[in-house]
């Protein structure tokens, strides 16, 4: 049995001091360890180093604290009771980590409880004491730990079993605005921290709605309450899933207000958030690849599925908004034309493969440079295309008897319910079986391999029409309207950057474009174009005056003016616009599919 309980919460210092029992039968040394990273966020965080200080005492006195390594404490041997006090520096705005202040208090698991090795199975219990917070009588407990003796506020004690379930459950202390509703007869809880102002009853009916679209495809929900933990900031987005909950960032415009009509593009973000990290209750809480399966939290874990269990979650994530009614099937064009133009604007994509993007998340897409639009892709967004192709191809190779619905219910049934991980070729050995043929053209060309994705293709195969076009602006990223205007041709740097008071600093240097090829790198900064100040409103204005097929350029590198010649290069046709084809245009067998890709599953009857 381990015992867990806060001795105290610094508000002003922004710790947690935290108190931890273990009863040792025999006279032995003790392994603490402080995970290195949290399960969803694939990036090594040291929690550790937030300990900032701890000492050990048993019945006879002070235990001698050996530290091995970043994260790790040995005692000297003890017997009966061990306790062991620590302070926990938490002041980490983040769904991932650790919070505290005079406004909430919040925290996971893995940023503030140690686990001793060879325990990790054994019982556990959390006091949280109301008097913790007696400068605060208002502040409540909002998390899906297994209580046993309980206030009406949440403080109390919390029970349950093995280190892995103590650490999946993030707790909110503080006050917070509280959204309930059901889903297939299970209660849902949307916990909201700094909100005020926003429509409940709005939010309610769209998340209960795109929930019972997600249990429906499934046929059934895992858990017998669910919780949503949100942060309303001024700029904040971000989610991490959990087995019976999520943590959620949002910005406050995010939330629905009273006045609105359809969905706006805001709150339509938010509502694919909320949507993502629901779907991952099945997809990663549930099913998952092997090599998650009781993964040691001290040091990186490998898969190269990650495109499978964020690519596949982020091609449900927006199709649900749409088969639930909650937004048009044009607005969800728009999202999925969106997210093939960010694709198709990252070079990295024919240099790495999806599946290697999930096996070196922890080094590359999590910790990504000036160089990353040029050496790596997303395994969530192109993984998401590569879900919208794999959905087409199980459709065509089954004669539309099976889609990706279907694999996901093979998935869950034979993987998630069993509780056995999914082996690194287990998807493409399922598509096989489910479809009767080898799969493996597709998995060797558009997961292990960087082949252009035949995106028009799989749009006819399923009834859309797809065009790429010159984007309008900065932030056009396209759209769902089939007629419109053609754009003209306009020029670019072939760089990101930032606006300075005077000129711009680019900050990432596209590989093969115009700035490249002038010799320019990430931190110039760019003061003149033709002789003339350029800033972040005029530069497309001052390379379209260009007359020749370079123009000169002056920037400073470390402070010192560099001049050379700026190719004039047009932008790229790399905007997408996806729209729903004529029905009276399309064949009898693509107009079931379409029809039947779109489809809740709620009105199914599958529920």
Not at 186 to 212: E, M, Q, W, Y
Not at 534 to 548: D, F, I, P, Q, W
Request: a negative charge.
């Amino acid at each position: 049995m381990i015992q867990y309980e806060f001795a105290l919460m610094d508000l002003e210092r922004h710790q947690f001091h935290v108190r931890m029992r273990v009863h040792c039968a025999e006279r032995v040394s003790r392994i603490l360890r402080m995970p290195a990273w949290i399960p969803g966020s694939y990036m090594i965080r040291d929690f550790a180093r937030n300990v900032c200080a701890i000492t050990a005492t048993d019945a006879d006195g002070p235990v001698v604290l050996n530290k091995l390594d970043k994260q790790t404490w040995e005692t000297a041997p003890v017997s009966g009771e061990l306790l062991v006090n620590y302070v926990v520096y938490a002041f980490d705005l983040s769904v991932r980590s650790a919070y505290l202040d005079r406004s909430r208090a919040y925290f996971n698991g893995t940023s503030v409880f140690l686990h001793v090795d060879g325990m990790l199975d054994a019982p556990w219990s959390l006091t949280l004491e109301r008097s913790l917070v007696s400068e605060n009588p208002e502040w409540r407990v909002a998390t899906t730990l297994p209580g046993a003796e309980l206030d009406e506020w949440g403080f109390g004690i919390y029970r349950g079993r093995g280190y892995r379930e103590l650490i999946d459950h993030p707790v909110e202390i503080g006050t917070w605005d509280h959204v309930t509703f059901d889903v297939q007869e299970t209660p849902h809880d949307f916990v909201v921290s700094d909100a005020p102002g926003f429509d409940h009853s709005r939010l309610a009916h769209d998340l209960g709605k795109i929930c019972n679209e997600h249990a429906a495809m499934f046929s059934e929900l895992p858990v017998t309450r669910y919780l949503f933990l949100a942060l309303a900031t001024a700029d904040g987005y971000g989610g991490l899933e959990h087995a019976n909950s999520c943590s959620l960032m949002c910005k406050r415009a995010d939330l629905p207000r009273a006045d609105m009509d359809a969905p706006e593009k805001n709150y339509r973000q938010f509502l694919g958030l909320c949507s993502h990290e629901y779907f991952h209750l099945w997809n990663v809480k549930r099913i998952m690849p092997a090599s998650f399966m009781g993964a040691a939290l001290r040091e990186e874990t490998h898969t190269e599925l990650l495109w499978a269990f964020e690519g596949i979650t982020s091609y449900y994530d927006d199709l649900a908004l749409a088969r639930s009614g909650v937004v048009t099937p044009g607005s969800y064009l728009e999202l999925l034309a969106a997210t093939v133009s960010r694709v198709l604007r990252t070079a990295g994509r024919l240099r790495q493969s999806v599946a290697e993007s999930s096996f070196d998340a922890w080094t590359k897409f999590y910790k990504q440079d000036e160089n990353a639009p040029n050496a790596i892709v997303s395994y969530y967004a192109k993984g998401a295309l590569v879900a919208f192709g794999l959905d087409v191809i199980i459709r065509e190779r089954s004669g539309d008897r099976f889609s990706l619905d279907d694999l996901m219910r093979v998935l869950w049934s034979r993987y998630g319910k069993t509780g056995v991980g999914i082996a690194e070729r287990g998807i493409e050995n399922e598509v096989a079986s489910l479809v009767g043929s080898s799969c493996d053209d597709f998995f060797d060309r558009f997961v292990y391999g960087v082949d252009e994705l035949p995106l028009g293709e799989w749009c006819s195969a399923m009834g859309l029409g797809f065009r790429m076009r010159r984007a309008k602006g900065p932030d056009d990223m396209g759209g769902s309207n089939e007629d419109a205007p053609a754009v003209a041709p306009t020029f670019t740097i072939g760089a990101r950057f930032e606006s300075l008071d005077v000129g711009i600093k680019l900050t990432q240097v596209f590989e093969g474009g115009a700035a490249q090829r002038a010799g320019m790198s990430p931190g110039d900064v760019v003061v003149a174009i033709g002789l003339e100040r350029v800033s972040g409103a005029n530069l497309t204005e001052l390379l379209g005056r260009a007359t020749a097929e370079t123009v000169p350029v002056h920037f400073f590198r470390r402070d010192m003016l560099t001049a050379a010649d700026l190719p004039i290069v047009q932008s790229a046709e790399d905007t997408c616009d996806l729209w729903l084809l004529a029905q009276e245009s399309l064949s009898g067998p693509v107009a079931g599919r379409r029809a039947s890709w779109l489809r809740s599953a709620v009105s199914d009857g599958l529920h």
